[in-house]
Every structure is written in C-alpha cells, then in structure tokens.
C-alpha cells in the first residue's frame, strides 16, 4: 500500500490529477478494506492521512468550490475523503496511531471561524468517531 499511495503522490502532483489521487487513494481503501486487519496499515498511516486532508482540507477542496471545475469530473464532484479518514481509523492501531490521526483534524482547528470549513472538521470528527 505504502508503495502505491508513494507513487500515486509522486506522479499526480497538480491541477486535476490532485483530485485523482484524492480519489484513487479512497477507491483503494475501499477495495481493500474488507480484508485489512487492525494495524495492516500502520507503516503507512501518514501518507493517506496527508493525501485525504489535502482533499479535504487544501488545496484541492479549494478548487472543488468552484463550480466549473466541480463539475468537470467524476474526481471532482464530491469529496470521498472523510470515507477515507473513517476507513483508515478503523484499519489502524488506535493505542500507537490516535495521535497520528488527531493531529491532522487539530492542525485545521484554526479554520473553525470560517462556517465552511467548521463544517468540514466536523464532518471529520463525525467520520473518525463512527469507527473508533
């Protein structure tokens, strides 16, 4: 897994292949997830954490706002990360990775004043708590 998010990282670096990584790296998750065991994706946690934050939360989300765009693609139409952030939480360690997932959602806490993206950590918060 660490191998194909690490590639999918490093070829999709801009413009809409941001959203395609975003995407694949749920679309995977999901595939796999009935296999994984708790602690299946431990050496890799930060990496899909990185990749589903910046979907949520960065640049990316930006660029899903904007009508034109969000229209455009399958990739952009919606934001399958928060499906992400729960299936990572329920495929982790949670006694050695809490922290790990926890700082992703409190490295965005500064954004609460802006109502747009309260919803988003919330949301975050939602997803995470389902399967903890």
Not at 66 to 78: N, Q
Not at 84 to 111: D, E, G, P, W
């Amino acid at each position: 897994m660490q191998f194909i998010v690490k590639t999918l990282q490093t070829t999709l670096t801009r413009g809409y292949e941001l959203h395609v990584l975003g995407y694949t790296v749920n679309f995977i998750l999901l595939k796999v997830s009935s296999s994984l065991a708790i602690g299946d994706i431990d050496y890799c946690v930060q990496q899909l954490l990185e990749v589903a934050e910046n979907d949520i939360m960065g640049e990316v989300a930006e660029e899903k706002e904007v009508e034109k765009i969000s229209f455009k693609m399958k990739e952009t139409r919606s934001t399958k990360s928060f499906e992400s952030f729960q299936l990572i939480a329920c495929s982790i360690t949670f006694s050695t990775h809490a922290s790990t997932l926890l700082v992703h959602v409190r490295h965005n806490l500064h954004r609460t004043l802006i109502p747009k993206e309260k919803v988003k950590i919330e949301s975050m918060l939602r997803y995470l708590a389902t399967d903890l």
